[in-house]
């Protein structure tokens, strides 16, 4: 892969790219299906990714007629990769089998090893036959929602899609390597202002956050909405405070720490909430919820904003959702894409029908929604939460600070980019955005 870094590293076009030969293998980060117990009885806390991520070489795949060959320059951990390392709450080997039963192509993908990464900004390098809007020396970034066209089901929403799968979680040769497979509808332009692990970053954790609050699939969210945001500066949340702010709504930002709320701040959210200094304790015990510390979240709300949250954005799950039910304004919108705290959710059903409240589940974005929230990267709208950035070696390093809650924002990973700060290719642009509304995750990381 080192000729092709080197052909995009001198700016060689799309025919001399083209024309590079693919290599045998290519070095990947994967976990082993061998190792899929080697955790067992460990409490979840304790797995640790750096065991069980390992970086090497891994054969290239076969490539199908829809797909393309990207050389990755860079890659993002998500925290779908801490799942996978840490085989929590399944081992994705499951799923890698029953993609491998549904015909030729899917049977590539069932294999001894499982090469992760839902994220990567690259190259295209080879198209299948059937690729019309795609070519080598493409600069891309990747979304992870893999469909299988031939599915009707697939047709409205493809995030109704029946066997709807996520790139390098539920299916095999994810971006966290030097190159990757991926079907020609998940590449989108690569926004020109960005670096290559600024542009890794975003898609899949921007366009959860947009498909969850602007989009009509999610809570449809409108000017002058307060809109609660749990962990406001890591990866979902800090694009969903700035989607808020851009729709004209008013975020209520909820951190771990003072150093997360200067931080907040600094993006301009004005109304925000240091869970840790508050002291919620939302759980008397592990099977009985105090009500009483909701009410306080909800005044604490109410001082900030003036009234309770029209939309609550929900994902630590167990640990929340009771008091993330109790809080939301009547007829207002529960938004939930996850549970991190766990899954097993108890909320007091009364304050929910009495109150007209809606939950709505979310998952990542239709190609549409995720183009549209790429789009408000290309221009400047929405900035990357880049705080730190990792060699490819570093990966299990990367995941365990994801895991331990130790980051903030996005952690980038360098794949075949040399350092950080390539790939800018439109300066002038970057300079009209500005460099410290681009760089404020990575300078409050540094
Ligand atoms: P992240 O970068 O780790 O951020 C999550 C934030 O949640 C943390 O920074 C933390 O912020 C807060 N948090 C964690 N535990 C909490 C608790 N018990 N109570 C209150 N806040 C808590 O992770 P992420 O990338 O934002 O992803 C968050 C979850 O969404 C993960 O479970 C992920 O798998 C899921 N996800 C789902 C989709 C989908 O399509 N369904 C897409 C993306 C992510 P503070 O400590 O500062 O409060």
Redesign the pocket.
Known sequence: MEQFRDAIMSGAGGDDIAGLPLPDTYRAAFVRRDDTEMFAGVDSSDKDPRKSLHVGEVAVPELAPDEAYVAVMAGAV???TV?TSIFEPLSTFGFLDRLGREGQWGARHALPYHVVGSDASGVVVRVGSAVRNWKPGDRVVIHCNYVDDQDPSAHDDSMLAANQRIWGFETNFGGLADLTMVKANQLMPKPTHLSWEEAAVNA??NS?AYRMLVSRNGAAMTQGDRVLV????????SYAVQHVLNGGGVPVG????PD?ADLLRDLGVEAVID?RAAGYRFWKDEHTQDESEWRRLGKDIRALVGNDPDIVFE??GR??MGASVFVCKRGGTIVT?????GYMIEYDNRHLWMKLKTIKG???ANYREAWDANQLICDGKVQPPLSAVYSLDEVGEAAYQ?HH?L?EGKIGVLCLAPGEGLGIDNPERRAEIGEDRITAFRRHGA
């Open positions: 998500n925290f779908n799942w899949l954790c959860t749990w962990g406001a500066t890591g990866g979902i949340g909820v951190v771990s720490s997360k869970r994902h630590p640990q929340t894409c996850a549970a991190t705290s979310s998952h990542f994801v809650n980051h």
